[in-house]
């Protein structure tokens, strides 16, 4: 693997490779990314975050965050992506992290599809962060190679940065004794259980991506009950703690009266 430089881009050229790569790995037409040229040019002039990670002088990654609320605390990170094989999305955050914490912020926000698995244990176990809401349809329908026309429900998680750094090989998550299932896999569908336990683990598809392409019918049934049960859990004060085996959220929530 290529030794990564990551570093903040400024100039009209870089934005627009960043804004090129961004098209690639969405797979939007030419003038759709999910960030385009000009806005990072003023997020950056305005003293934003906008940088690349470069393997061997070759742009293999980029992330754009602007600063939020609460002001003087909080950057909220809108756009990372990164090419395979690289590690660049991690060192993307370690990155974001050092600059955050050099400007005095204490938290970084994003949100995430909360069915894509590798995006939840990237988010909850490599780095630490932790969902604190789930937006319903937060974009709207977009049509990519990513998203593939389904709602746009997305997970918000924060990142405390007072703790420890991204780990490259996370410990185990610990899933609390008596955890029953709440969200499970069952012949590639969804399959919902007890709700009423003080702990619960609920179960992300394997591909979700591969499923909207070969059975959007499926996809669909999975969007709808994870709105329903994990939304529903975040939205009773239930608190996710983890996210175990590359396969499922741990949540914990006070058992029923």
């Not at 780990?167 to 185990?172: I, K, R, T, V």
């Not at 008596?178 to 619960?200: E, K, M, N, W, Y």
Request: proline share 7%; with cysteine.
């Amino acid at each position: 693997m290529s030794a990564l430089e990551v570093r903040e881009v400024y100039e009209l050229d870089e934005l627009a490779s960043v804004n090129a790569l961004f098209e690639e790995i969405w797979g939007t037409a030419p003038g759709a990314s999910p960030m385009g040229t000009e806005q990072m040019r003023a997020l950056s002039h305005a003293g934003n975050y906008v940088a690349g990670a470069f393997a061997d002088g070759c742009l293999v990654g980029a992330s754009v965050a602007f600063f939020a609320a609460p002001v003087g605390r909080t950057l909220h990170s809108h756009v990372t992506g990164a090419l395979p094989g690289h590690a660049a999305g991690l060192a993307l955050k370690r990155h974001q992290r050092d600059w955050s914490l050099a400007r005095g912020l204490s938290r970084i926000t994003w949100t995430y599809d909360p069915l894509v698995r590798r995006n939840a244990h990237f988010n909850l176990a490599k780095l630490g962060a932790r969902p604190v809401e789930y937006l319903t349809g937060f974009y709207g329908r977009i049509d990519d190679a990513i998203n593939g026309g389904d709602d746009t429900d997305r997970a918000l998680v924060a990142w405390e940065l007072d703790g420890p750094g991204p780990m490259a090989s996370p410990p185990p998550v610990r899933v609390p004794a008596g955890a029953v299932t709440a969200l499970s896999v069952q012949d590639g569908l969804p399959v919902a259980g007890r709700l009423d336990a003080p702990a619960l683990l609920v179960e992300v598809p394997p591909d979700i991506e591969a499923l909207r392409r070969t059975d959007p019918g499926a996809a669909k049934a999975w969007r709808l009950a994870m709105r329903e049960v994990l939304g529903g859990l975040l939205a009773e004060g239930a608190r996710v703690t983890g996210f175990h085996g590359r396969t499922s959220y741990v949540v914990t929530r006070e058992p029923a009266a």
